[in-house]
């Protein structure tokens, strides 16, 4: 019954900005730990940010300096501001909450220009 669903991908010029969604239900949002992650075509995904329940964060190193996750508990819903977008960040944005078992969303294409 848990579901994840992303929003807020497109095409964007380099150096452009984005922000993600990932709307979420059948899941009590607020005690867990929410990451996005980004898989591009032939690639490995890779995580790209973490919040935990307690609102700390984690960021992988490219990204870092220029990604911001946040949630907002009422709404169930955890976001990724990605401002200074470059070509290598296109990939599948995927949404994932951290149980027992980790569920996983859909995903939604942004597609950076150079």
């Given at each position: ?5 992303e929003s ?99 995903g939604t ?6």
């Amino acid at each position: 019954q848990v579901q994840l669903v992303e929003s807020g991908g497109g095409l964007v010029q380099s150096g452009g900005s984005l922000r993600l969604s990932c709307a979420a239900s059948g899941i009590i949002f607020s005690l867990n730990a929410m990451r996005w992650y980004r898989q591009a075509p032939g690639k490995q995904r890779e995580l790209v940010a973490e919040i935990t329940s307690g609102d700390s964060t984690n960021y992988a190193g490219f990204v870092k300096g220029r990604f911001t996750i946040s949630r907002d508990n009422a709404k169930n819903t955890v976001y990724l501001q990605m401002n200074s977008l470059k070509p290598e960040d296109t990939a599948v944005y995927i949404c994932s909450a951290m149980m027992i078992v980790q569920y996983w969303g859909r995903g939604t294409q942004v597609t950076v220009s150079s």
